[in-house]
């Protein structure tokens, strides 16, 4: 059994930064994709970014890119999202969760099988 707990949200103006952390536990992190997604109020949760089992490869939403960045601790466990330059529109539940279905692109949120119970991220304009 795999339990993600995230932390790190809370509320900054708009270009402001902050840094989420996601603490894993069980064996399994080493050897699993991780993502972060968020879901802000009314819309559905869409993917932000995701990072393959040894850090080594990453993606992002369009969104995001060049203004977020994942990575991975491996040894700590831990999994980050460091987020620069936010904006209004970033303001969201921010989740990170586990690949478990690997028949999806790593971009997919049908793909992830274990979920944290989000942090809230509030961007003041």
């Known amino acids: 059994q795999v339990q993600l707990v995230e932390s790190g949200g809370g509320l900054v103006q708009a270009g402001g930064s902050l840094r989420l952390s996601c603490a894993a536990s069980?064996?399994?992190?080493?050897?699993?994709?991780m993502g972060w997604f968020r879901q802000a109020p009314g819309k559905e949760r869409e993917f932000v970014a995701a990072v393959n089992l040894n850090g080594v490869r990453t993606v992002y939403a369009d969104s995001v890119k060049g203004r977020f960045t994942i990575s991975r601790d491996n040894v700590k466990n831990t999994l980050y999202l460091q987020m620069n330059s936010l904006k209004p529109e970033d303001t969201a539940v921010y989740y990170c969760?586990?690949?478990?279905?690997?028949?999806?692109?790593?971009?997919?949120?049908?793909?992830?099988?274990?979920w944290g119970r989000g942090t809230q991220v509030t961007v003041s304009s």
């Open positions: 069980g064996r399994a992190f080493s050897n699993s994709n």
């Open positions: 969760a586990r690949q478990g279905d690997y028949s999806y692109n790593f971009d997919h949120v049908a793909g992830y099988n274990y």
